[in-house]
C-alpha cells in the first residue's frame, strides 16, 4: 500500500511517543537507583553510628544479637537494585508493547478508504474509546488512539456522505461523542438532552427530538409584516474574556467604523458600543431616493474598508502573493494573475483567524469543512451574533462582506454559515458561498427578540434580514 503523508506523519508521531517512554522510563530508572543507593548509604551510616556507640562490656556485647556486616550490606543493595532494574525493564517492555499495538489500531483506522466506512464503525469505534476507558493507563495511549481513529472515520465518513454523517453524528452527540470533538457542526442539530444508546439502523433513519431543533408542533410566532419571525436561541450565554490584543484591536475597529460610517458613534463601551453603532447605521433614515437595497451595499462596504483598514496596507499584499498565489504588479504579462489558492491556504488561515478576529466573534477553533477537507473554522458561540440578537446585523455587517474581502481582496473564497439556534458560525475558507437567498440552512425572517426590527417598524420595503 502506497505509504500517504497522513501516514508518514503519524509514523513520525508514533516514533517520537516511542523515544519519549523510552527516555521516560530511563530517567526513571535512574531515580530509582538513585533513591536504592541513597537509601543502602543511610542505613550504613546508622549502623556504623550505633556501632560506634556501642561502649558496653564485651560480656553484654556477645549477649546481643549479632548486627550484619558491611558486606551484607552491600549483597542487599545489589539484590534491590537488580530488583528496580527487572521491574523497571518490566514497564519499558509493556509500554513497548502497549505503543506498538497503538500504532497498528491508527494505522488499521487511517488505511481504511472513505467509501468503505460505515455507522456501524464509528459506532463501535465508539464502543472501543469506553472500554479503553475503563482501563486507562498512565499515559490513556489506547483511548487516545481510538478517539483519533474515530476521529478519523467521521472525517471519511464526512467525505463520502454528507447526510449520513449529520445523521450518525446527531445520533451520537453528545451521549457518546462531544459536540466539541465532531469534525463539522454546522447542519448538525444539538442534542441538549443526550439520547440514550439504540439500534444502529436507527442513527441513519431518524432524528432524535432535541430541545433546539425546530418541531413542526412549535407555535409559530409572525412579525409586524406578517412574516414567521425565527426563534430566538435559548441557551445559555457566553461570557467572554478579553485579551489585551482583543482589546486594542476593537478599539481600532470601532474607530475604523466611526470614520467609514460619517461619524456614527457610540460612548457605550466593548463589543455593545460597536453594535450600538452598527445598528445605527443600519437602521438610519435614508436620504431621498436612496432605497434600502443601496443601503445594504453601503454596509458592505464600509466593513469591508474597516477589515482593510484593520489589516493594514501590508498584510492583503503578501496574503494575495503567498497564499491566493496572485501575481503583484511588477510591469510583467502576468500581473494580477491568479495561480493559486496554494493548497495549504485555507489550512493556514484556518489556524491563524482564532488570534486575529476573537474580539469580534469569540473563541473559535480549526475544524473541517463540509466536503471533509481542512480549511475550517466553527466559532463556539458568536460574540458578535449573542450580543446583538438581529439577522441583519450578521448578514450585512458580518458574513456578506466578510465573503466578498476574502474573495475580492484577499483572493480566497470563504462560506460563513451562521448558525441562530445555537449561536455557533461555520467559516469555511475556500469555498464558494450560495447567496442567502439560494442557501437552504439560512432562514428567513427576522429573530423574535431582535431590536433593529422593532426600530424599523412601519418602514415599509426595508427587509433588513435579506
Same mark, same amino acid.
Given at each position: 500500500?502506497?505509504?500517504?503523508?497522513?501516514?508518514?506523519?503519524?509514523?513520525?508521531?508514533?516514533?517520537?511517543?516511542?523515544?519519549?517512554?523510552?527516555?521516560?522510563?530511563?530517567? #526513571?530508572?535512574?531515580?530509582? &537507583?538513585?533513591?536504592?543507593?541513597?537509601? !543502602?548509604?543511610?542505613?550504613?551510616?546508622?549502623?556504623?553510628?550505633?556501632?560506634?556507640?556501642?561502649?558496653?562490656?564485651? #560480656?553484654?556485647?556477645?549477649? +546481643?544479637? +549479632?548486627?550484619?556486616?558491611? =558486606?551484607?550490606?552491600?549483597?542487599?543493595? #545489589?539484590?534491590?537494585?537488580?530488583?528496580?532494574?527487572?521491574?523497571?525493564?518490566?514497564?519499558?517492555?509493556?509500554?513497548?508493547?502497549?505503543?506498538?499495538?497503538? !500504532?497498528?489500531?491508527?494505522?488499521?483506522?487511517?488505511?481504511?478508504?472513505?467509501?468503505?466506512?460505515?455507522?456501524?464503525?464509528?459506532?463501535?469505534?465508539?464502543?472501543?474509546?469506553?472500554?479503553?476507558?475503563?482501563? &486507562?493507563?498512565?499515559?490513556?495511549?489506547?483511548?487516545?488512539?481510538?478517539?483519533?481513529?474515530?476521529?478519523?472515520?467521521?472525517?471519511?465518513?464526512?467525505?463520502?456522505?454528507?447526510?449520513?454523517?449529520?445523521? *450518525?453524528?446527531?445520533?451520537?452527540?453528545? &451521549?457518546?461523542?462531544?459536540?466539541?470533538?465532531?469534525?463539522?457542526?454546522?447542519?448538525? %442539530?444539538?442534542?441538549?438532552?443526550?439520547?440514550?444508546?439504540?439500534?444502529?439502523?436507527?442513527?441513519?433513519?431518524? !432524528?432524535?427530538?432535541?430541545?433546539?431543533?425546530?418541531?413542526?408542533?412549535?407555535?409559530?410566532?409572525?412579525?409586524?409584516?406578517?412574516?414567521?419571525?425565527?426563534?430566538?436561541?435559548?441557551?445559555?450565554?457566553?461570557?467572554?474574556?478579553?485579551?489585551?490584543?482583543?482589546? $486594542?484591536?476593537?478599539? %481600532?475597529? +470601532?474607530?475604523?467604523?466611526?470614520?467609514?460610517?460619517?461619524?456614527?458613534?457610540?460612548?457605550?463601551?466593548? %463589543?455593545? /458600543?460597536?453594535?450600538?453603532?452598527?445598528?445605527?447605521?443600519?437602521?438610519?433614515?435614508?436620504?431621498? =431616493?436612496? *432605497?434600502?437595497?443601496?443601503?445594504?451595499?453601503?454596509?458592505?462596504?464600509?466593513?469591508?474598508?474597516?477589515? =482593510?483598514?484593520?489589516?493594514?496596507?501590508?498584510?492583503?499584499?503578501?496574503?494575495?502573493?503567498?497564499?491566493?498565489?496572485?501575481?503583484?504588479?511588477?510591469?510583467?504579462?502576468?500581473?494580477?494573475?491568479?495561480?493559486?489558492?496554494?493548497?495549504?491556504?485555507?489550512?493556514?488561515?484556518?489556524?491563524?483567524?482564532?488570534?486575529?478576529?476573537?474580539?469580534?466573534?469569540?473563541?473559535?477553533?480549526?475544524?473541517?469543512?463540509?466536503?471533509?477537507? +481542512?480549511?475550517?473554522?466553527?466559532?463556539?458561540?458568536?460574540?458578535?451574533?449573542?450580543?446583538?440578537?438581529?439577522? /441583519?446585523?450578521?448578514?450585512?455587517?458580518?458574513? %456578506?462582506?466578510?465573503?466578498?474581502?476574502?474573495?475580492?481582496? $484577499?483572493?480566497?473564497?470563504? *462560506?460563513?454559515?451562521?448558525?441562530?439556534?445555537?449561536?455557533?458560525?461555520?467559516?469555511?475558507?475556500?469555498?464558494?458561498?450560495?447567496?442567502?437567498?439560494?442557501?437552504? #440552512?439560512?432562514?428567513?425572517?427576522?429573530?423574535?427578540?431582535?431590536?433593529?426590527?422593532?426600530?424599523?417598524?412601519?418602514?415599509?420595503?426595508?427587509?433588513?434580514?435579506?
Amino acid at each position: 500500500m502506497t505509504m500517504t503523508r497522513a501516514h508518514c506523519t503519524l509514523l513520525f508521531i508514533v516514533s517520537t511517543l516511542i523515544c519519549s517512554s523510552a527516555a521516560f522510563s530511563f530517567r #526513571s530508572h535512574q531515580r530509582i &537507583s538513585r533513591a536504592s543507593t541513597a537509601a !543502602t548509604n543511610t542505613n550504613r551510616f546508622h549502623f556504623e553510628k550505633n556501632t560506634a556507640q556501642d561502649v558496653s562490656p564485651p #560480656s553484654q556485647q556477645h549477649q +546481643r544479637r +549479632r548486627r550484619p556486616s558491611s =558486606g551484607m550490606a552491600t549483597q542487599l543493595q #545489589s539484590s534491590l537494585s537488580d530488583e528496580n532494574n527487572n521491574d523497571v525493564l518490566d514497564k519499558i517492555t509493556s509500554e513497548m508493547k502497549e505503543l506498538a499495538q497503538c !500504532t497498528s489500531l491508527v494505522y488499521n483506522y487511517l488505511s481504511k478508504s472513505d467509501k468503505e466506512v460505515s455507522v456501524e464503525d464509528v459506532v463501535l469505534a465508539c464502543d472501543a474509546v469506553d472500554d479503553a476507558a475503563t482501563k &486507562s493507563t498512565t499515559l490513556s495511549l489506547r483511548q487516545r488512539s481510538h478517539e483519533f481513529g474515530r476521529y478519523h472515520l467521521l472525517v471519511k465518513l464526512l467525505k463520502s456522505d454528507y447526510d449520513a454523517y449529520v445523521k *450518525t453524528a446527531e445520533f451520537l452527540s453528545p &451521549s457518546r461523542i462531544a459536540r466539541g470533538d465532531l469534525p463539522n457542526v454546522q447542519d448538525v %442539530i444539538m442534542n441538549v438532552v443526550p439520547v440514550s444508546k439504540t439500534d444502529i439502523d436507527e442513527a441513519t433513519t431518524t !432524528t432524535t427530538t432535541t430541545k433546539s431543533s425546530s418541531s413542526d408542533d412549535a407555535t409559530t410566532i409572525m412579525g409586524e409584516d406578517g412574516q414567521p419571525l425565527v426563534a430566538d436561541c435559548d441557551l445559555q450565554s457566553m461570557s467572554y474574556d478579553e485579551s489585551p490584543l482583543d482589546k $486594542l484591536l476593537l478599539s %481600532i475597529f +470601532r474607530n475604523l467604523v466611526t470614520k467609514n460610517t460619517g461619524g456614527v458613534s457610540s460612548a457605550i463601551p466593548g %463589543i455593545e /458600543g460597536l453594535l450600538a453603532q452598527g445598528r445605527e447605521y443600519m437602521t438610519q433614515q435614508l436620504p431621498e =431616493g436612496v *432605497t434600502y437595497a443601496d443601503h445594504t451595499e453601503a454596509q458592505h462596504t464600509m466593513v469591508k474598508n474597516t477589515l =482593510g483598514g484593520l489589516m493594514t496596507p501590508v498584510l492583503p499584499p503578501f496574503y494575495r502573493i503567498f497564499m491566493s498565489g496572485i501575481v503583484p504588479n511588477v510591469g510583467t504579462e502576468y500581473d494580477g494573475k491568479q495561480f493559486g489558492p496554494w493548497f495549504y491556504a485555507p489550512t493556514l488561515t484556518s489556524i491563524v483567524t482564532p488570534t486575529f478576529f476573537g474580539f469580534l466573534v469569540g473563541p473559535s477553533k480549526p475544524n473541517r469543512r463540509a466536503d471533509g477537507q +481542512r480549511g475550517g473554522l466553527v466559532v463556539e458561540k458568536c460574540k458578535f451574533l449573542q450580543e446583538s440578537g438581529c439577522k /441583519g446585523l450578521c448578514l450585512h455587517q458580518c458574513k %456578506i462582506p466578510a465573503q466578498e474581502f476574502f474573495k475580492d481582496e $484577499l483572493g480566497l473564497e470563504l *462560506t460563513v454559515k451562521p448558525n441562530f439556534v445555537t449561536q455557533e458560525c461555520q467559516w469555511s475558507f475556500g469555498e464558494t458561498p450560495l447567496p442567502p437567498e439560494e442557501d437552504p #440552512s439560512f432562514p428567513t425572517g427576522c429573530l423574535v427578540g431582535c431590536e433593529s426590527r422593532k426600530a424599523m417598524a412601519g418602514r415599509k420595503g426595508e427587509a433588513l434580514c435579506m
